[in-house]
């Protein structure tokens, strides 16, 4: 398994351009998410989806959109790129527990993004 | 806002010493998980531990619980120089699926 999956790796953008953040699983898992991290301020979570066709915000949600047409895949679009967007970005996955019970998160190797 | 809050910020120890990392938080909790991650790297799962748990083990890291301090500790027993490396603490709220991570404890292992 190839587990998760995220391009690219590195990405500059000038300010006011969009782009998409790929993020692909194969584990199968229902629940994935994703968070930025910034020097000092651990992990963020931006946005999060409990299962295809189903997405809900997370603590910084402003300036980017989601959706989650199957079970694979959970992109991340930057509508337009500001500076403060500049960010280390991880895709995460796990499986989805009843009752909003939490367990084992697997995370991609990360997006590291700079928007000049 | 992280709920989670690591203590020490950055520790540097000999190797072969223990590093114990200590972890907070504000409100109840369903769950705390301790992940790892090298430089550049993504995070890996390294142990989750219940709200009805006090203490789990998982090779040469301990982890335990205080649910009535609020609290949570990670010991690295007998260190490696491949345990350096950001330690974070997340913690999982009762009803919800969303998992809050601390700022992180980077522990430099001295060869």
């Known amino acids: 398994n190839a587990g998760v999956t995220q391009t690219p790796k590195f990405q500059v953008l000038k300010t006011g351009q969009s782009m998409t953040l790929q993020c692909a699983q194969d584990?199968?898992?229902?629940?994935m998410s994703w968070y930025r991290q910034d020097p000092g301020m651990g992990l963020r979570l931006i946005h999060y989806s409990v299962g295809a066709g189903i997405t809900d915000q997370g603590e910084v949600p402003n300036g980017y959109n989601v959706s989650r047409s199957t079970t694979e895949d959970f992109p991340l679009r930057l509508l337009s790129a500001a500076p403060s967007q500049t960010s280390v970005y991880f895709c995460?996955?796990?499986?989805?527990?009843?009752?909003?019970?939490?367990?084992?998160?697997?995370f991609g190797p990360g997006t590291r993004l700079t928007v000049l | 806002s992280q709920q989670g809050e690591e203590d020490p910020q950055a520790l540097s120890i000999q190797e072969g010493e223990n590093a114990t990392m200590n972890c907070s938080y504000k409100t109840s909790i369903n769950n705390l998980q301790w992940y790892r991650q090298n430089s550049g790297r993504g995070l890996v799962h390294l142990i989750l531990?219940?709200?009805?748990?006090r203490e789990k083990h998982s090779g040469r890291l301990r982890v335990t619980l205080d649910t009535s301090k609020k609290s949570s500790s990670l010991l690295i027993t007998a260190s490696r120089a491949a345990d350096t490396a950001s330690y974070f603490c997340?913690?999982?709220?009762?009803?919800?699926?969303?998992?809050?991570f601390g700022t992180g404890t980077r522990l430099t292992i001295i060869p």
């Open positions: 995460a996955s796990r499986t989805y527990l009843a009752g909003g019970l939490n367990n084992e998160q697997f």
């Open positions: 584990m199968n898992h229902e629940y």
């Open positions: 531990i219940r709200s009805n748990e």
């Open positions: 997340a913690k999982g709220d009762f009803g919800n699926e969303k998992l809050t």
